[in-house]
């Protein structure tokens, strides 16, 4: 709608005040709804918005002081946020160098006798065909059924890292690929879940954020009678994946603390639960550094705005495995620098709310008569 004023408004003082009626409502309330949409006719906004008015050179006083306040706020604000920018970059900076094994270079140089990750990788893939045969056992005694003769060999060989094409590592470590490292890759419910807190709760995609965290924001939940219950329940440790989303987004990876509990996760994730030994932090940071999203970018399929990586590409993603002692170093280190970074992070949100808040206090001295003498 366009506004032309009579002599002596002056449009910089009007704009001002109806973006302050914006700010506190008043025009939501007055508007006409349709579907996704909301409007205000001109004949309302002409008759019925309440503009006080000082004198026509006071209004260009105030418009003018606005002006000066505003531009050292807006200033204020920019720079707030170039240094969120810059932690940004800081967080993914830690990542890197947790992954390409800078972050423990020092801890290396004074642990020279650690045992070699090539070792610990051979435990795991032990202890992932024991887990294979006691599952299978399991399920065998379900069906009140023997095994078979020679059941044994029906063991399916994880995949192997793509060693050739992989950059060096530091000394002791070795790359290995999720499949390795994992007894299981599993697709959550994809059951509709609501609003009932008396259920149990389902991490769902906007639950995992981009930095590697889980939120409890606007959980959802299931009958704890649900049938794909207990199959589904998380435990501490598990790692989740987040397979479907936005090409930007898609790969979201956390680990589960075990808050909630019980808790269960939706279909749009994938929970990778790792064999001892390997710790899902350093294979969380992997997929969240610079190197695991260059690698979802290369294998993610692109759909109609969605991207997907599927369980299958997931298994066959590989990382570099540090010896466990070495692990458990990286994992203490980045934790320790990622808690600044947050608390820094939640120190800006705190200052560009103040400077909201600033904001309409300015305007409100403005409309009030407070602003200027």
Not at 178 to 203: E, P
Request: include cysteine.
């Amino acid at each position: 709608t366009r506004i032309r004023l009579e002599e002596g408004m002056s449009p910089a003082f009007v704009a001002r005040h109806l973006h302050f009626l914006w700010m506190t409502g008043y025009f939501r309330h007055r508007c006409v709804n349709h579907v996704n949409q909301a409007s205000i006719s001109a004949d309302p906004l002409s008759e019925t918005v309440p503009l006080l008015l000082p004198p026509s050179a006071e209004q260009e006083r105030i418009a003018d002081a606005l002006d000066e306040l505003f531009s050292d706020l807006d200033a204020g604000v920019v720079a707030l946020e170039r240094v969120r920018e810059k932690l940004k970059l800081y967080r993914a900076s830690v990542l890197k160098a947790a992954v390409e094994g800078m972050l423990t270079a020092d801890w290396r140089a004074q642990h020279p006798h650690t045992e070699p990750a090539a070792e610990l990788l051979k435990r795991i893939l032990v202890e992932r065909r024991r887990r294979w045969e006691q599952d299978q056992l399991a399920k065998f005694k379900a069906k009140g059924k023997e095994p078979p003769k020679n059941w044994k060999v029906k063991y399916k060989e994880p995949v192997a890292p793509d060693t050739p094409n992989l950059l060096s590592l530091p000394q002791g470590w070795c790359w290995a690929t999720v499949d390795q490292c994992a007894f299981l890759i599993q697709y959550g419910t994809s059951a509709k879940a609501n609003g009932d807190a008396t259920g149990i709760a389902v991490l769902r995609m906007g639950n995992l954020t981009s930095d590697g965290r889980l939120t409890l924001d606007d959980l959802k939940y299931l009958p704890a009678d649900h049938l794909e219950f207990p199959a589904l329940i998380l435990e501490e440790g598990d790692l989740l994946f987040n397979r479907t989303n936005s090409a930007e987004l898609v790969g979201k990876t956390a680990v589960y603390s075990g808050v909630p509990v019980p808790c269960s996760f939706a279909s749009y994730l994938i929970r990778v639960r790792l064999v001892a030994g390997a710790l899902p932090a350093i294979l969380a940071h992997a997929l969240n550094g610079g190197y695991g999203r260059a690698w979802i970018r290369d294998v993610l399929n692109q759909t109609v705005g969605q991207a997907n990586v599927n369980g299958t590409k997931l298994a066959s993603f590989d990382f570099p495995l540090p010896p466990r002692s070495e692990q458990e170093a990286i994992v203490e280190v980045v934790e320790d620098q990622l808690s600044v970074i947050e608390h820094l992070e939640a120190d800006l949100d705190a200052k560009l709310k103040s400077a909201q808040t600033l904001r309409q206090a300015i305007l409100h001295h403005a409309f009030t008569g407070q602003l200027v003498p």
